[in-house]
């Protein structure tokens, strides 16, 4: 069955019940993994014998997949079909996550966590652009409004059900449960979703060479950031960077000629995107090492067994979750530019006093207070800077702008986590020494705490009091936003930013 113009769905239908749960199983597949996988990181660490930058590669090698694909596995889902590519996207990500708890050496396992995330990256866009050609326009503000609370519950669900299957059984078990989801999810679609595509696209060439080289650009700079915590300024280390920053201003230049380019770089002509965007850039990627560490720190420094450590982050989703929507309405009232300085602030606030634990952590008091400040500080940062980079854009580009902007969050991420770390001297065997990691994780936090700094007094500076739509886009002022990146807007692109 494909989809017309005018096959929509009504709100309420038995059809729209099943939508909505394909769609919600489907980003909870990749939700629930990409948070309950950090809680399993120290057992991976000790079972597999795994150094820093073992780890570090066990979390990046699904991102820089991710990051480097999900522009271009949009336009695939326009061509082709976006059922067709979300199946495609949830069967990947199903193998792989078989392959992950199959894996006898670190190496087969950040291997299959790289092809994990071609699986997510298929299966990211795919769920949201769905919902918005599937459902009447009058019902589409509920849907996705739905879609987002329940996303964000498998988020909030994740680091439980990680830190559970880790008590309970093993590692291993956190991506073996992927698959009995991704069946289920599978058949939903098979039998329920509609098949859609764009007619635009029809004989449109893809921005291939682009998606090469931003992809082997990513790796071999993060491979260099990474290796220099051991190796240092090595020859291998060396070349690798050069190679990746050539290949870096090499996609740039092809962007700059592609006629579909993965970033269309015209988009930041304008200084209000421009400027969302670096800060965008600060934000997530000082965020992304508190997601990183804090689980690993209370595990292989402070001893707490991973059920307790998957729950200490849980306050940031439930905020997260309570407090998005109103985020949203406040920066339509006053604009943008004081919840994005003052939510940086506040997450640098929350960072200092958890740079404050030692090894003996008692959880109530020295590391909740920080946890609910840090949470208080996302919650209003989120949606008005999600928002600002739709509201920069021009409105038929909002997909494409919202696509940039999660992709330009996911690269912050991947080098943060690659960087920072090795900044702060927690590389070889820094997990196996606890006052070693305490150190590391106290400059760690301070680091990422003066780069909330310098995003705030960037968003002050640049970002103007423009008024914008809710985060997740104008059909949905109260969605919940993602924690691990901006949420992709409705339509994302390219996907449907030029018709259905």
């Known amino acids: 069955m494909t989809q017309t113009r005018n096959d929509v769905i009504a709100w309420g239908s038995s059809q729209s019940w099943w939508i909505l749960a394909g769609t919600v199983g489907a980003s909870a597949l990749a939700m629930l993994d990409a948070t309950a996988v950090n809680v399993a990181l120290p057992s991976i660490g000790a079972e597999l014998d795994a150094r820093v930058a073992g780890l570090q590669w066990t979390v990046n090698a699904y991102t820089l997949s991710l990051a480097s694909l999900i522009l271009l596995a949009g336009a695939l889902a326009d061509r082709y079909g976006r059922r067709r590519m979300l199946q495609a996207g949830i069967a990947i990500f199903a193998l792989a996550s078989l392959a992950c708890s199959m894996a006898s050496t670190l190496e087969l396992l950040i291997a299959a966590r790289a092809l994990q995330g071609i699986g997510g990256a298929l299966l990211t866009p795919g769920s949201l652009a769905i919902i918005q050609v599937s459902y009447a326009e009058k019902d589409r503000g509920r849907a996705i409004g739905a879609w987002s609370g329940l996303s964000g519950i498998a988020a909030a669900i994740g680091p439980l059900a990680g830190g559970w299957l880790v008590e309970w059984s093993s590692w291993r078990t956190v991506f073996w449960i992927n698959l009995p989801l991704a069946a289920v999810v599978l058949w939903i679609a098979g039998r329920h979703i509609p098949e859609s595509r764009a007619p635009w696209m029809k004989g449109v060439h893809f921005d291939v060479l682009g998606a090469i080289l931003g992809a082997?650009?990513?790796?071999?700079?993060?491979?260099?950031?990474?290796?220099?915590?051991?190796?240092?300024?090595?020859?291998?280390?060396?070349?690798?960077?050069?190679?990746?920053?050539?290949?870096?201003?090499?996609?740039?230049?092809?962007?700059?000629?592609?006629?579909?380019?993965?970033?269309?770089?015209?988009?930041?002509?304008?200084?209000?995107?421009?400027?969302?965007?670096?800060?965008?850039?600060?934000?997530?990627?000082?965020?992304?090492?508190?997601?990183?560490?804090?689980?690993?720190?209370?595990?292989?420094?402070?001893?707490?067994?991973?059920?307790?450590?998957?729950?200490?982050?849980?306050?940031?989703?439930?905020?997260?979750?309570?407090?998005?929507?109103?985020?949203?309405?406040?920066?339509?009232?006053?604009?943008?530019?004081?919840?994005?300085?003052?939510?940086?602030?506040?997450?640098?606030?929350?960072?200092?006093?958890?740079?404050?634990?030692?090894?003996?952590?008692?959880?109530?008091?020295?590391?909740?207070?920080?946890?609910?400040?840090?949470?208080?500080?996302?919650?209003?940062?989120?949606?008005?800077?999600?928002?600002?980079?739709?509201?920069?854009?021009?409105?038929?580009?909002?997909?494409?702008?919202?696509?940039?902007?999660?992709?330009?969050?996911?690269?912050?991420?991947?080098?943060?986590?690659?960087?920072?770390?090795?900044?702060?001297?927690?590389?070889?065997?820094?997990?196996?020494?606890?006052?070693?990691?305490?150190?590391?994780?106290?400059?760690?936090?301070?680091?990422?705490?003066?780069?909330?700094?310098?995003?705030?007094?960037?968003?002050?500076?640049?970002?103007?009091?423009?008024?914008?739509?809710?985060?997740?886009?104008?059909?949905?002022?109260?969605?919940?936003?993602?924690?691990?990146?901006?949420?992709?807007?409705?339509?994302?692109?390219?996907?449907?930013?030029?018709?259905?």
Do not use: H
Request: net charge positive.
């Open 216 to 500: 082997f650009g990513l790796g071999a700079l993060t491979w260099a950031l990474i290796a220099s915590g051991n190796e240092g300024a090595s020859a291998a280390v060396l070349v690798s960077f050069a190679s990746g920053v050539g290949a870096l201003a090499a996609f740039l230049l092809v962007e700059r000629r592609a006629s579909l380019p993965l970033v269309p770089l015209g988009l930041f002509s304008s200084r209000q995107f421009s400027a969302v965007n670096a800060v965008t850039f600060i934000v997530y990627g000082a965020m992304s090492v508190l997601f990183f560490l804090l689980v690993v720190y209370l595990q292989g420094a402070a001893g707490y067994p991973p059920l307790l450590a998957g729950m200490a982050l849980v306050p940031v989703t439930a905020l997260m979750l309570g407090l998005s929507s109103r985020a949203g309405q406040v920066a339509e009232r006053i604009g943008p530019r004081r919840p994005m300085t003052i939510g940086p602030l506040m997450m640098a606030a929350g960072m200092t006093l958890l740079s404050r634990i030692g090894i003996e952590v008692s959880y109530l008091t020295d590391v909740l207070p920080g946890v609910i400040i840090f949470g208080l500080g996302l919650s209003a940062t989120v949606a008005p800077l999600t928002a600002t980079a739709l509201a920069a854009a021009d409105p038929k580009n909002a997909g494409v702008a919202s696509g940039v902007n999660n992709a330009v969050a996911r690269t912050a991420s991947l080098l943060a986590v690659a960087v920072l770390p090795v900044v702060s001297g927690l590389t070889g065997d820094a997990l196996r020494d606890a006052s070693r990691f305490n150190g590391g994780f106290r400059i760690a936090m301070i680091i990422s705490a003066a780069l909330m700094v310098a995003g705030a007094m960037l968003a002050w500076i640049t970002i103007r009091d423009s008024r914008a739509p809710g985060c997740a886009g104008p059909t949905s002022p109260r969605s919940f936003c993602a924690v691990d990146g901006p949420p992709l807007a409705p339509g994302d692109a390219p996907e449907s930013s030029r018709g259905n």
